[in-house]
């Protein structure tokens, strides 16, 4: 179940506090039910993977051809579609459901989401650019960004110049983020810090793809109190 990710809604963040008194910034993502819609065989497109639905949609949004879809599949009408790549098909079957189960000994995990788009920005705000001088005959360009291009040659603004223009509302991917903790009761998923994106936004969580060796706070809390209780055995 590792290589399969699942889409949640980011509700806002709070904080956890353990027995030794630290506090951790959290950011609570809801989670969904991911529900297998059909299996792809290597036969047909050439690899192996399935289909998974996640969310709710009204039938009356749906096109005709994916009502005939989900009808043939004999499934309620999902609202987003992705497909995983897997290594063997025989664990999974079309209608099985899943859901925070598959992250029940992950300690980290990736995260990919689209961040708050800030609209139109100057390069001051968008790349940190330190802007012109205040004195010294510069007038009301303040904060541009100088000169774009060369002289006479090549007399061109190359490709990927830092400009002015549209700030935030891009995919991002964050790495190695660790899980506090599950609430499967109510599908809560608890994670360390901040991710990118808005509230009630899109978020798709997979388990981590680096191979971490580093510790949990759980862990490093607990290795904490070991210490502490070495040296008082050491004075009896």
């Known amino acids: 179940m590792s ?8 509700i806002g963040m ?17 989670m969904e039910k991911a529900r297998v819609i059909q299996l792809i065989d290597e036969e047909k497109r050439g690899y192996k993977a399935i289909q998974v639905g996640f969310g709710k949609i009204k039938a009356s ?9 989900f009808s043939k599949k004999n499934t309620e009408p999902k609202k987003i579609l992705k497909e995983f790549r897997v290594k063997d098909l025989t664990n999974y079957k079309e209608g099985n459901e899943f859901g925070l189960e598959i992250f029940k000994d992950t300690k980290f995990v990736d995260i990919r989401s689209k961040t708050i788009g800030k609209g139109f920005a100057g390069v001051m705000k968008r790349y940190n650019f330190a802007g012109l001088r205040a004195t010294h005959g510069v007038s009301v360009s303040h904060r541009s960004h100088g000169s774009t291009g060369q002289r006479q040659d090549p007399g061109k603004v190359f490709k990927g110049k830092k400009m002015a223009g549209h700030m935030g509302d891009k995919l991002r991917t964050i790495q190695n983020i660790e899980i506090i903790k599950t609430d499967s009761n109510n599908d809560l ?20 793809v680096k191979n971490i060796k580093k510790l949990s706070i759980a862990e490093k809390i607990e290795i904490m109190e070991k210490q502490k209780k070495i040296p008082e055995k050491k004075k009896k």
């Open 3 to 10: 290589e399969i990710s699942l889409i949640g809604k980011k």
């Open 14 to 30: 709070t904080r956890e506090f353990y027995k030794t008194g630290q506090s951790v910034p959290v950011t609570v993502v809801k």
């Open 61 to 69: 949004k749906l096109s005709k051809s994916m009502k005939g879809f």
């Open 189 to 208: 998923l608890y994670l360390k810090g901040s991710i990118p994106g808005s509230k009630n936004s899109e978020v798709l969580i997979k388990k981590s």
